[in-house]
């Protein structure tokens, strides 16, 4: 797989540096890390991506927005959340998601699914 540009949106320092290493250690590159929703739309924005981890819940947000701003600049994502698909609000149902706590493979499918043609 040609090494990829990825967005990680993650409100727990924890998981956001483990998947910052799972990423790297699969050949792809950081392009950004946001904790919180206002600084995860501006990266979604502004920053050449070739997709993005976003956790659901960002600190009592949803990151929805992000997907919608994602989407519409036709970068892939990735749903990353502890409920699993039930935990995706309907119209985002069809989309990749990992349920956490999540392994290095879990990652790696995602990721190959996500930006699968």
Do not use: C
Not at 60 to 81: E, I, N, Q, W
């Amino acid at each position: 797989m040609t090494p990829l540009r990825v967005l990680i949106v993650e409100d727990e320092m924890t998981i956001a540096l483990l998947l910052e290493e799972m990423v790297e250690d699969l050949g792809h590159e950081v392009a950004g890390l946001a904790m919180r929703l206002p600084q995860a739309m501006e990266l979604a924005q502004s920053r050449p991506i070739d997709l993005a981890i976003l956790d659901v819940n960002l600190d009592g947000h949803m990151s929805y927005p992000v997907a919608d701003l994602l989407k519409g600049r036709g970068v892939p994502y990735v749903f990353a959340t502890g409920y699993g698909a039930s935990g995706i609000e309907t119209p985002y149902r069809d989309g990749v998601v990992i349920k956490k706590p999540y392994a290095m493979d879990d990652i790696r499918g995602a990721i190959a699914h996500a930006v699968a043609p």
